[in-house]
């Protein structure tokens, strides 16, 4: 009864938010500043032909964030533009308020938003955080704030939601994994990030395997999974900024296409999971439960 209430609650969080972001786009999008050159932390994103209707709206929630960031990245492949026709103007628009958009010729999905970060911190030295963010949710004012902040205090990847992994020497059993909250804001091993509320890695968590591009044999479409695997190698626990999980409000039209079926409904999260951390023997970092 407790997960329908939630469905019904995030339901109606995601309408009201839709219409104000979509209120500010249409009425209220501002000439002020929306980054800080002296700002420590970036943000770095990606979407593809289906979401570039609504991502004006996802950046509009980023670019009212309280503690600005220094810029905005937004990978794109120049597959998804030509499926989509162009780069819509509202997105555009953004480039003058300092968003970053950077064209590939490849396109390697959801990991555009990590992979290529080396080319853009080689020219930022004093960015010492990277938060990720999906392109389908509405983030809060603080959530950057409160992203960086149990990072910094905690020296660890953190996230608003994840679940905790244990391996029983054979598998993780992922499926009943999802929900499980051992650890609930102290850093551990076990805590798997997943993506959409954000997760915020501090710079030296981040490896020459962000870029790897044998991740499309191991975990295609896992990107949570790839770099957490990078985070432990780097000797980075995770940790969440609540007791809790807090997923976001989401713009509901996304709904159709999420990779949730995909990876969850048809357990290939259970294989990607094994073998990512088989290949770099982090096994042991997970421990046994139950």
Same mark, same amino acid.
């Given at each position: 009864?407790?997960?329908?209430?939630?469905?019904?609650?995030?339901?109606?969080?995601?309408?009201?938010?839709?219409?104000?972001?979509?209120?500010?786009?249409?009425?209220?999008?501002?000439?002020?500043?929306?980054?800080?050159?002296?700002?420590?932390?970036?943000?770095?994103?990606?979407?593809?032909?289906?979401?570039?209707?609504?991502?004006?709206?996802?950046l509009?929630?980023?670019?009212?964030?309280?503690?600005?960031?220094?810029?905005?990245?937004?990978?794109?492949?120049?597959?998804?533009?030509?499926?989509?026709?162009?780069?819509?103007?509202?997105?555009?628009?953004?480039?003058?308020?300092g968003?970053?958009?950077?064209?590939?010729?490849?396109?390697?999905? /959801?990991?555009?938003?990590?992979? =290529?970060?080396?080319e +853009?911190l080689?020219? &930022?030295?004093s960015? @010492?955080?990277?938060? %990720?963010?999906?392109?389908?949710?509405?983030?809060?004012p603080?959530?950057?704030?409160?992203?960086?902040?149990?990072?910094?205090?905690?020296?660890?990847?953190?996230?608003?939601?994840?679940?905790?992994?244990?391996?029983?020497?054979k598998?993780?059993?992922?499926?009943?994994?999802?929900?499980?909250?051992?650890?609930?804001?102290?850093p551990?091993?076990?805590?798997?990030?997943?993506?959409?509320?954000?997760?915020?890695?501090?710079?030296?968590?981040?490896s020459?395997?962000?870029?790897?591009?044998?991740?499309?044999?191991?975990?295609?479409?896992?990107?949570?999974?790839?770099?957490?695997?990078?985070?432990?190698?780097?000797?980075?626990?995770?940790?969440?900024?609540?007791?809790?999980?807090?997923?976001?409000?989401?713009?509901?039209? /996304?709904?159709?296409?999420?990779? =949730?079926?995909?990876? +969850?409904?048809?357990? &290939?999260?259970?294989? @990607?999971?094994?073998? %990512?951390?088989?290949?770099?023997?982090?096994?042991?970092?997970?421990?046994?439960?139950?």
């Amino acid at each position: 009864m407790n997960i329908i209430i939630n469905k019904i609650i995030l339901l109606f969080a995601s309408l009201i938010q839709t219409s104000k972001f979509l209120y500010y786009s249409l009425f209220r999008f501002s000439n002020a500043p929306y980054c800080d050159a002296s700002s420590v932390y970036i943000i770095s994103l990606t979407t593809y032909n289906k979401r570039m209707d609504t991502l004006h709206l996802v950046l509009e929630s980023l670019f009212r964030q309280e503690l600005k960031p220094k810029h905005i990245f937004l990978w794109l492949s120049k597959e998804d533009i030509d499926r989509y026709g162009t780069i819509p103007e509202k997105i555009i628009r953004w480039k003058d308020r300092g968003l970053k958009i950077i064209i590939k010729n490849e396109n390697i999905r /959801s990991y555009k938003k990590l992979s =290529y970060i080396s080319e +853009v911190l080689a020219g &930022e030295l004093s960015v @010492k955080y990277i938060i %990720t963010a999906d392109d389908d949710i509405l983030y809060p004012p603080s959530w950057s704030f409160q992203l960086i902040n149990k990072s910094e205090r905690h020296q660890a990847v953190s996230c608003f939601r994840g679940h905790d992994l244990f391996y029983n020497g054979k598998d993780f059993n992922y499926n009943k994994s999802i929900g499980k909250n051992y650890s609930g804001d102290t850093p551990s091993f076990n805590l798997l990030p997943t993506g959409c509320s954000g997760i915020c890695y501090p710079r030296d968590s981040i490896s020459d395997i962000v870029s790897d591009k044998i991740f499309m044999v191991h975990a295609p479409d896992a990107d949570d999974i790839w770099y957490k695997a990078m985070s432990i190698q780097n000797g980075y626990k995770s940790v969440r900024v609540n007791k809790e999980n807090l997923h976001f409000p989401i713009i509901l039209s /996304s709904l159709n296409d999420s990779l =949730y079926s995909k990876n +969850v409904n048809e357990n &290939e999260n259970e294989k @990607k999971l094994l073998d %990512t951390f088989s290949y770099f023997g982090l096994l042991p970092y997970f421990q046994r439960k139950g």
